[in-house]
């Protein structure tokens, strides 16, 4: 059975593979180690690999992880992203505690984040989630709307906003995720010409990493490839 060490590295060599083969530098690509509903034994197993970087989707299961850590391990600079959808009773919780923020799909809860950081801590670095697959079911902003909503995030000043996040329909066929993929790409292009501070594309899980990397994304949500099958709470 490999370890959560051997995952990684396996991963990062993946990374490192599809990057080179479409001619992207692999230091442009982030691995962010989805570790939502993962025991901190694992996580630390991660951390002692090098991994850096955590992704989590429930807050406050995401909030007594940061400070354990901040107890356990006071000396290593960890980032941590919320990946989920934000409820507004609950946004403080990630104002007070996240390095980024991935889904921000409307101005009511950016606003609150934007209130709620802390002044003492950096800005906090968000995301719009786009609903690129028009799905009833997912969170996001419809591609249309994006550029309003853009207008409106970047005149909070206690928030940094730094591109977009997709979590597509699932689909198997990788020609149709690349499509999809590109679509974001598109819109991130589209932006960066009144809005050139936008770097960053969140786009890319365990099935659909390598369509991703193609189409430009910068961070890709790794969980499955790395802890194993997800633990519900």
């Known amino acids: 059975m490999n370890t959560v060490h051997d995952n990684l590295l396996a991963i990062k060599n993946k990374i490192q593979k599809i990057a080179l083969e479409c001619d992207r530098d692999p230091n442009t690509i982030e691995l962010i180690a989805v570790s939502k509903t993962k ?3 694992q996580i630390t197993e991660a951390i002692n690999a ?14 007594e992880k940061i400070n354990y850590f901040k107890q356990a391990l006071p000396d290593t600079p960890l980032i941590w992203h ?12 990630v104002a007070e505690n996240f390095d980024w923020m991935h889904t921000i799909d409307r101005f009511k809860i950016a606003q609150r984040l934007n209130d709620q ?7 906090l670095n968000v995301l719009i989630q786009v609903n690129i697959s028009q799905e009833m079911s997912k969170s996001g902003v419809s591609p249309s709307d994006v550029t309003d909503l853009v207008k409106q995030v970047i005149n909070l000043p206690n928030l940094s906003l730094r591109g977009l996040m997709a979590i597509p329909e699932i689909e198997n066929d990788f020609n149709k995720q690349l499509n999809v993929f590109r679509q974001m790409q598109q819109l991130l292009y589209s932006l960066q010409a009144d809005y050139p501070f936008m770097d960053t594309l969140s786009m890319g899980m365990t099935g659909d990493m390598q369509a991703a990397i193609v189409a430009g994304s910068t961070m890709v949500r790794i969980g499955t490839a790395i802890f194993g099958a997800r633990q519900y709470l």
Do not use: W
């Open 39 to 41: 025991p901190v034994e």
């Open 50 to 63: 090098g991994q850096i970087s955590f992704g989590e989707n429930y807050v406050q299961e995401g909030v």
């Open 82 to 93: 919320f990946i989920g959808p934000l409820q507004s009773n609950k946004s403080k919780l």
């Open 117 to 123: 950081r802390p002044t003492h801590m950096a800005k």
